[in-house]
């Protein structure tokens, strides 16, 4: 039996009597995209903080690649592994895309002190950097102010620092946010081909995306997994239509 790269076990959170996350449980598959779909305030952004280490839990487990790092700190689960996008976009507006991602290597590998050093004048950086920038679609902006990019392109930025830590997991959350129809279909390629290397949990409001993407899809409403399964198991289920994708939005 394939061991999950991310199991959570029975996750619980509240704040005084708003119970936000209840008894949730999932697993993410090494390369699969799995998906987590809810309306809002379904408790998708708690379940994020709580994977990640921002969130402490009440209780339950997280358990990455087998080790129960429920106790982890955020930095302690990147360390291992655990890479992220966010919501808004986290990314050094003065400095060049390459210097972005090539300070995100160097962060890596441990060269904090060499963190004001222009790290994209360092040639096994540069390198490292660059490779990284084609595969996400960003090779022929290297040298371009990472502020004067496009939203969309400063998703693929995002996506392209968080594969600078090396990760065993990416948890993405909503990168298709505020991207055009164009930059929405380069983002779905380029997760595609992200995947072949890195599983995902991919926290999205795009339906259309998330049907393209997902392998598995799970269904949160009101901190609960009311459903589990395979794109086509989804789309069909009865209690999903009712709580949240209705009837037009699977047409």
């Known amino acids: 039996m394939t061991c999950p790269i991310l199991e959570l076990k029975d996750l619980n959170k509240a704040y005084d009597a708003l119970q936000v996350t209840r008894n949730l449980s999932l697993k993410v598959l090494p390369g699969e995209i799995h998906a987590v779909i809810g309306p809002n305030g379904a408790g998708k952004t708690t379940l ?54 090539a300070l995100g ?49 400063k998703r693929m930025l995002e996506l392209a620092l968080a594969l600078a830590g090396e990760p065993k997991l990416l948890v993405l959350d909503e990168p298709m946010a505020g991207t055009g129809p164009e930059e929405t279909a380069r983002l779905i390629e380029i997760l595609l081909a992200v995947k072949q290397r890195c599983p995902m949990l991919l926290v999205e409001h795009d339906m259309d995306a998330v049907f393209k993407l997902a392998d598995r899809i799970s269904v949160l409403v009101y901190g609960e997994i009311i459903a589990s399964g395979a794109p086509d198991e989804i789309r069909a289920d009865p209690k999903v239509r009712e709580a949240y994708l209705g009837e037009e939005e699977l047409a």
């Open 48 to 101: 994020i903080g709580q994977i990640s280490g921002a969130t402490p839990s009440d209780s339950g487990q997280v358990l990455f690649g087998g080790t129960n790092v429920t106790g982890w700190s955020v930095a302690e689960r990147a360390k291992a592994g655990l890479g992220r996008t966010f919501q808004i976009t986290a990314i050094l507006p003065e400095f060049t895309v390459l210097e972005n991602v």
């Open 105 to 153: 290597v160097q962060a890596h590998e441990g060269h904090s002190f060499r963190f004001f050093r222009n790290a994209a004048r360092d040639q096994d950086l540069n390198e490292k950097a660059a490779s990284i920038l084609t595969e996400v679609g960003l090779a022929d902006r290297a040298s371009l102010r990472a502020g004067n990019l496009s939203h969309g392109e």
